[in-house]
């Protein structure tokens, strides 16, 4: 397992995680590609997850919001690569940076449906629930150390 990085639209990273962000959230959830294939900034950091065979199984992105604060989003693993702990490493690694850039947490806007697994990596849910693309979302933050 190996977890590449890349702040470069025309990188192998970034293409293999709108590979996966297409199967998952457009194929999958119906979501309209034009609202999931949004622009980014070179201040937004791809992160994708390579399985034992090489394989691109899960991404998340995350831009800073402010000096002290990382936004997380875009977080999804291939149907077939799910249940093994892809996500969660991600997320572990993006926190793991964050700490390195002087962030002092991450906010995130959780699918209410994946809102426990947040939670069980140290997530806190803030204010009310709010609709995106079609879904209930929750904004969630986790307190960097």
């Known amino acids: 397992m190996q977890i590449k990085t890349s702040n470069q639209i025309d990188s192998l990273v970034y293409a293999d995680a709108i590979t996966i962000r297409r199967a998952v959230f457009v194929a999958e959830q119906h979501i309209d590609e034009a609202l999931e294939i949004d622009t980014v900034t070179p201040a937004t950091w791809h992160y994708v997850l390579y399985d034992d065979q090489g394989q691109a199984v899960a991404t998340a992105r995350v831009t800073p919001s402010d000096a002290q604060t990382g936004h997380v989003q875009r977080v999804a693993t291939l ?67």
Request: net charge positive; glycine share 12%; proline share 3%.
């Open 79 to 145: 149907k077939a690569a799910r249940g093994r702990g892809y996500a969660r490493k991600l997320l572990q690694r993006i926190a793991a940076d964050g700490v390195e850039r002087g962030w002092r947490q991450l906010t995130l806007g959780a699918q209410v449906t994946a809102q426990e697994f947040y939670t069980q990596l140290g997530y806190q849910p803030q204010g009310e629930p709010f609709m995106e693309a079609g879904l209930r979302h929750q904004t969630m933050t986790l307190m960097l150390s």
